[in-house]
């Protein structure tokens, strides 16, 4: 079974300053998606970036990136220049890759870091 | 509407009392999934449903039933909950080969 540990239940930085949120997992799979996903107060989960294991090339969108350390079972997000509605719960999540006879394949979710950005 | 939408957005039931989550997804998806979400605990998958038939179930008490009655509705039928039930519940779709699922906005439950 695959597992997926955030370490950090709340962190909290000054408006454009950059922070690091840490996700390790476990897994004996080779192909997977790993997944970041921000929970505002609205409650509403929405895909921040997704990285696929076999891609060594760390993924990039607009502010936030990832350090994947494939080895070490890492998967960090970065993000840059930090606004205001940055201010959420991000999940770190992962999905083993999807196969032509499989059908729909389960996230499994990070326990969630509580990210707060003061003015 | 757009996306995935759930109905109510918040619900307050007894423990006696039967009721029903509503979710539908605009997005022609045809898979879509059921999430519970605890104060102190990761988010749960609960259900999985490809192309109306449920796939997975992941040991959910029988008070919990879902129903698809196509690739775009999904229901979780509620009976005899327990306080411990209390949650966010949330409902998503995807492509059934898809990567990337899309989540509604929640139906906060509380049960007294």
């Known amino acids: 079974a695959q597992t997926v540990t955030q370490s950090q239940p709340e962190m909290s930085v000054q408006e454009a300053e950059t922070v690091t949120l840490s996700c390790t997992y476990d897994t004996s799979e080779n192909n997977y998606y790993l997944f970041w996903y921000k929970q505002p107060p609205s409650r509403q989960m929405i895909l921040v970036i997704r990285?696929?294991?076999?891609?060594?090339q760390n993924a990039t969108e607009n502010r936030f990136s990832v350090n994947f350390q494939k080895a070490a079972k890492s998967f960090s997000l970065k993000i840059s220049d930090s606004q205001l509605g940055d201010t959420a719960m991000y999940f770190c999540a992962f999905m083993k890759h999807v196969r032509l006879i499989q059908g729909a394949q389960k996230l499994v979710f990070g326990q969630g870091t509580r990210l707060t950005i003061n003015p | 509407e757009t996306g995935v939408t759930q109905t109510p957005r918040h619900l307050v039931m007894g423990m006696t009392n039967k009721k029903s989550l509503k979710c539908e997804q605009h997005?022609?998806?045809?898979?879509m999934y059921w999430y519970k979400q605890s104060a102190k605990k990761p988010l749960e998958l609960m259900f999985v449903y490809n192309f109306k038939e449920q796939t997975e179930n992941n040991s959910v008490p029988s008070r919990f039933s879902p129903e698809c009655p196509n690739s775009s509705h999904l229901f979780l039928h509620l009976h005899t909950l327990q306080p411990e039930d209390s949650a966010l519940y949330l409902c998503?779709?995807?492509?059934?080969?898809?990567?990337?699922?899309?989540f509604g906005p929640g139906t906060r439950l509380t049960v007294t």
């Open positions: 990285q696929e294991a076999y891609k060594q």
């Open positions: 998503a779709s995807s492509q059934v080969r898809g990567y990337e699922q899309y």
């Open positions: 997005l022609g998806h045809n898979a």
